[in-house]
Structures are given as C-alpha cells and as structure tokens.
T-cell receptor, first 111, second 115 residues
Framework: EDQVTQSPEALRLQEGESSSLNCSYT??????LFWYRQDPGKGPEFLFT???AGEEKEKERLKATLTKKESFLHITAPKPEDSATYLC????????????FGSGTQLTVLP | DGGITQSPKYLFRKEGQNVTLSCEQN?????MYWYRQDPGQGLRLIYY???????QKGDIAEGYSVSREKKESFPLTVTSAQKNPTAFYLC??????????????FGQGTRLTVV
C-alpha cells in the first residue's frame, strides 16, 4: 500500500524567511510525484510533477526536488500570498490509475 | 475556459436523504475522480472512472454511488447509508496515457453538511 507523509503539519514563517516542506513516500515503483497548493474552501491547484530522482522544477518562489525516498518543496523569500496548504501526492506502478495524497502542510507567511 | 465545474458549492442534507453532487469537465479528459476531504486529513478516494460506463471503488466507497454515462460528467450520490457524510467533496479529472494517469486537475469543491 502506498503511503505519503508530509511534514511539518503546520509552518509559520516571516515574510522573506525561506524554508522547505517535506514529503516522504513509500510506494511500489514511483510513477510520478505531484505537488498541489490548496487555499481554504477551494480545490487543489496543480503546481508540479516530478518523475525521477534528481529532477527539479521551479515556479516563481517555489522549487520542488525529488530523491528516491522524499520530495522537498523549497520556498524562497515567501510572501503572505504564499500562505496555503501544500499537498503532495504519488502515483505508483501498483496504483497507476489513481493518486495517493498526504495530509498536507499548512503554511502561514506573516507580513 | 476549460475546467472542472462542481455544483452546488454548498449542500445541506437531512438525515436519511440521498443527495447528488454534480461534476462536469470540458478538458476532454478520460479519467475522473471523487475525493473526500475532512479537516486535517488528506484527500481520500471515493470512486474513479477511466472510461465511460466503467468505474471502480476507491478506499472509502461505502455509502456512495456514481455513474459515468458521458465522458464529461461524473455525478456522485451520497446515500443515506453513508453514516458521516459531512465533508468537503472534490472532483478531479486527468488525461490517461497507456493506462497511467497524468496530473489531476480539481474542481472548486462541494461542502456537504448534514442538518
């Protein structure tokens, strides 16, 4: 059974204070790792897909990286508008037709 | 604009009542999904469908039913058998390539409350 664990559960940063969110996974053959952003009361918004260890993707202040056991979402010089819950999901060879989600990291960036 | 439309945004259900949540997509995606989200928890898969007239149970299908009569539509019925239906329901869709899905895109959700 695929498992995804995100840490920390909640993170409070001052504006401009860079940090990283962690997503560790246990799957039977990773076929894709996905990052989403979710604002309160809304559906998740797709951010990145990573397929293999060593791969990196960037978008504005966000950078996602992938190793064989975990992924990191690095947030550089965050702004208050980056406050949201960040979700990680995996697709595996054992469950190629569905995604398994972690419980998310709730990020708050204070002005 | 292409996207996924869920309706209604808010829904109230009386005890013992069945309710149906609507999900429509115009992205021409083959696969569609229903997830349930409870406070402090991740998304849990209820049902998914890879093609028209075919669907599979997810991890928490008990008390729910779906249909897939058209590629664009994947309604979810929450039946009276679902003992704790109050939650945020999310519909998603994705492309399917060689039997494997790509990234999923989500609707804005329906918040269901039992009154």
């Amino acid at each position: 059974e695929d498992q995804v664990t995100q840490s920390p559960e909640a993170l409070r940063l001052q504006e401009g204070e860079s940090s990283s969110l962690n997503c560790s996974y246990t799957v039977s053959g990773l076929r894709g790792l996905f990052w989403y952003r979710q604002d309160p009361g809304k559906g998740p918004e797709f951010l990145f897909t990573l397929y293999s260890a060593g791969e990196e993707k960037e978008k504005e202040r966000l950078k996602a990286t992938l190793t064989k056991k975990e992924s990191f979402l690095h947030i550089t010089a965050p702004k208050p508008e980056d406050s949201a819950t960040y979700l990680c999901a995996v697709r595996s060879s054992g469950s190629a037709r569905q995604l398994t989600f972690g419980s998310g990291t709730q990020l708050t960036v204070l002005p | 604009d292409g996207g996924i439309t869920q309706s209604p945004k808010y829904l109230f259900r009386k005890e013992g009542q069945n309710v149906t949540l609507s999900c429509e997509q115009n992205l021409n995606h083959d696969a569609m999904y229903w997830y349930r989200q409870d406070p402090g928890q991740g998304l849990r898969l209820i049902y998914y469908s890879q093609i028209v007239n075919d669907f599979q149970k997810g991890d928490i299908a008990e008390g729910y039913s779906v249909s897939r009569e058209k590629k664009e539509s994947f309604p979810l019925t929450v039946t009276s058998a679902q003992k704790n239906p109050t939650a945020f329901y999310l519909c998603a869709s994705s492309k399917s390539r060689g039997g494997e899905i790509t990234e999923a895109f989500f609707g804005q959700g329906t918040r269901l409350t039992v009154v």
